[in-house]
């Protein structure tokens, strides 16, 4: 990518995030300052919510590359995000538009130095599903076993490296702007994370960790992986159909219980997290499907991580000790996790965060509650400034956005799963192994 497409680039990306920023900060100037009555704040806000977010989608697909991985995550958080949002961005988890068949047919003759036909006696021209960074077609091999070929698209490298700097960039400047917002580990994240994603050999071998891990289970299924037509910007997998866990007419309509899915949900991300240590850590509805059992059906496998045992056993003792009310273990695990803050001395920041995650949600609701949050927020909000956390683990970024995407798809599901009495067993289980 030369220069001037990568300073239009940050440019558009830049002066929509400057409008929206700026939109919503009007709105509470007018509300506080000249007494704009609520109901009228509010009516602004949602018309304000309906721009952004047609105005996000736009950009998103004129630009792709990791907006649309950004929109996919916003649009995946009806629990938190306004339904404005969800209604326009839950389009971009599988209804990108897709690259000319031509690009793609040259993308994987190119990695396989062969050509479709003598790999493929079938290849559909049209895609399963798009994305940010890829997309998938389906095709049969030449021995009849049906495949998904996932191809990365030519040039992205390039697309997400632009991207990361201008992103870094607009969070730097939020940053600056709102005093007690540190968006250094995310920009840190980000960039540790998404190099990780292109590499396709990489997600091959997490997804046979991860199904090796499950192997037990007939109520978890990961597709098996072709390594023989494998690079790392062509992955050739089992075809595995299912319906979309957010189908929530269609899952009825096969007999299917939602509660039995948000429990067989929670209960799959409880092992990974706190018994297997290996995690699949982008859970958003265009990466997991179901079957009739139920059985859950987890596709793309680029963003995952792997505990070691002692980070593993150090999250697992944090969060008993939030579900158990102990607030000495619950310091110190924070502590040991490798939290820090500006006054050592001082462990009210770990002390709201821990009573935040036991507020937000409510009885016999397995996601979090909007109102909760923002309350929960505030206090936070007011704990950081008095004093700021200046050291956050990696790891637990990411378990917190497998947690956040987790919320968005137990609201879909109208989930009724009691959160605190299917974690502790897990915890409990991980810590008495240890011992």
Request: with cysteine.
């Amino acid at each position: 990518m030369d220069s001037r497409k990568r300073i239009r680039r940050f440019l558009a990306v830049s002066s929509l995030a400057a409008r929206i920023y700026l939109g919503y900060k009007a709105i509470s100037v007018r509300e506080r300052r000249f007494n704009l009555p609520k109901e009228e704040a509010d009516a602004r806000r949602r018309a304000h919510h309906s721009w952004c977010a047609h105005q996000l989608y736009d950009l998103a697909i004129r630009q792709q590359g990791l907006l649309i991985k950004f929109g996919q995550i916003v649009g995946s958080r009806p629990d938190l995000v306004p339904e404005e949002y969800v209604d326009v961005l839950c389009r971009l988890q599988d209804q990108v538009p897709p690259r000319p068949f031509p690009v793609i047919e040259r993308q994987i003759t190119r990695e396989l130095r062969r050509s479709l036909a003598d790999v493929f006696s079938e290849f559909d021209r049209r895609p399963i599903a798009s994305a940010s960074l890829a997309q998938v077609h389906r095709a049969t091999l030449k021995d009849g076993r049906i495949v998904a070929v996932k191809v990365q698209y030519p040039g992205i490298w390039e697309v997400v490296r632009t991207d990361l700097d201008s992103i870094g960039f607009m969070l730097r400047i939020l940053g600056a702007l709102e005093r007690n917002l540190d968006f250094g580990p995310i920009i840190e994240e980000m960039s540790y994370n998404i190099p990780l994603e292109l590499d396709f050999i990489n997600e091959g071998h997490n997804a046979e960790l991860i199904a090796a891990n499950f192997a037990p289970r007939e109520d978890i299924i990961v597709p098996r992986i072709y390594w023989e037509y494998t690079t790392r910007r062509v992955l050739v997998m089992e075809f595995l159909e299912g319906i979309k866990i957010t189908d929530i007419k269609s899952l009825r309509a096969a007999g299917i219980d939602c509660q039995a899915v948000s429990q067989l949900v929670t209960d799959a991300y409880s092992e990974q997290l706190f018994l297997h240590g290996m995690f699949h850590a982008d859970p958003h509805p265009g990466n997991l499907f179901v079957r009739p059992g139920p059985q859950l059906v987890m596709l793309d496998f680029g963003l995952c991580r792997k505990l070691d045992d002692q980070f593993r056993l150090g999250y697992a003792k944090l969060v008993s000790a939030m579900i158990t009310g102990n607030a000495p273990e619950m310091v110190e695990a924070f502590r040991d996790l490798g939290f820090r803050v500006k006054h050592a001395e001082d462990p009210t920041p770990y002390l709201v965060i821990g009573s935040a995650f036991m507020e937000s949600s409510r009885p016999g609701r397995g996601y979090a509650d909007p109102d909760l949050v923002a309350e929960a927020n505030q206090r936070m909000a007011r704990a950081i400034r008095a004093n700021p956390i200046v050291d956050i683990p990696r790891e637990f970024l990411l378990i917190m956005r497998v947690m956040g995407l987790l919320s968005g798809l137990g609201k879909h599901l109208d989930s009724r799963v009691d959160l605190l009495t299917t974690l502790l067993p897990y915890t409990k289980a991980a810590l008495e192994g240890a011992r």
